[in-house]
């Protein structure tokens, strides 16, 4: 009876022991579960913030005769171009400038050039093309008044002006 007592015992002693490795693998999987939770959610945030700052830039600038999209437009671009890829009563008006060299016709049409390299990207990139409005302003319309390289940088640029659904 001394030693079926004992088995006993043992028997619940093995089990107890199972039973709160379980009952601490159960609590290591929940914490963990939480954890991954918690760090997919700071990540969304993280990549929310980012989209905001990105969707706040809305001027992009162009070198000299030139109607290439800078390295360093491209994330905001992109930016742009998913939400209006999730929006779809969005619309922008690409709004393209010259600084004030050269000729009006040759600066209307250049600043025609960069504000279709912006539209191809946003459409290549998630935008509809009857979501965009290309407008060409060439000169007219400089954001900096002056002469002089800083100024002239300033007004090759081309801005993106949402008519609705403004990000």
């Known amino acids: 009876a001394e030693a079926a007592a004992a088995k006993a015992r043992a ?3 093995a089990e107890a ?3 709160a490795a379980a009952a601490e693998a159960a609590r290591l999987e929940s914490q963990a579960l939480a954890d991954s939770q918690a760090k997919a959610q700071a990540d969304a945030a993280a990549q929310a913030n980012a989209l905001a700052g ?4 809305k001027t992009f ?3 000299y005769d030139d109607a290439n999209l800078q390295d360093g437009d491209i994330d905001a671009l992109r930016a742009h171009a998913a939400y209006l890829g999730k929006n779809s009563g969005a619309r922008v008006q690409v709004n393209g400038h010259s600084d004030e ?6 600066n209307m049409a250049l600043a025609e050039r960069r504000a279709k390299a912006v539209a191809a990207f946003l459409t290549g990139n998630g935008a509809r093309g009857s979501q965009l409005e290309v407008v060409s302003y060439g000169e007219e319309k400089p954001a900096v008044a002056g002469e002089g390289e800083e100024s002239w940088a ?14």
Do not use: C, H, Q, W
């Not at 060299?101 to 040759?106: H, I, L, P, S, V």
């Not at 300033?154 to 990000?167: H, S, T």
């Open 101 to 106: 060299r050269g000729t009006r016709e040759y």
């Open 11 to 13: 028997d619940a002693d």
């Open 154 to 167: 300033k007004n090759r640029r081309v801005e993106l002006e949402y008519a609705a659904g403004n990000p």
């Open 61 to 63: 600038y162009f070198g």
């Open 54 to 57: 990105s969707l706040g830039i």
């Open 17 to 19: 022991t199972r039973t």
